[in-house]
């Protein structure tokens, strides 16, 4: 059974920082393509970042520079670390996984830029 768990959200004020985890078990996860994607209230999902598994990595323009995207084998886990956040960064932040073939989606955790 494959489980995404991700966590790490919060309310921050703009300017702010936050890491979110996404902790996967049930996929051999050295072998996949790992993302992050985002779902603002009345908008689409769009993508954030992504990271293959050769440590290749991605950003959206709207977070390149801001955002780091990571990734430990060891402890099956894909981090994004957000700097200098804005207030239009509020959403939630959802990690996928992907392997020839399928695609694994975790649930979401709810990140709100406000002061």
């Known amino acids: 059974q494959v489980q995404l768990v991700a966590s790490g959200g919060g309310l921050v004020q703009p300017g702010g920082s936050l890491r979110l985890s996404c902790a996967a078990s049930g996929i051999i996860f050295s072998a996949a393509a790992m993302g992050w994607y985002r779902q603002a209230p009345g908008k689409q999902r769009e993508w954030v970042a992504s990271i293959s598994g050769g440590y290749s990595t991605n950003y959206a323009e709207s977070v390149k520079g801001r955002f780091t995207i990571s990734r430990d084998n060891a402890k099956n886990t894909v981090y994004l670390q957000m700097n200098s956040l804005k207030p239009e960064d509020t959403a939630v932040y959802f990690c996928?996984?992907?392997?020839?073939?399928?695609?694994?989606w975790g649930q979401g955790t709810q990140v709100t830029v406000s002061s």
């Open positions: 996928n996984a992907n392997l020839p073939g399928f695609t694994y």
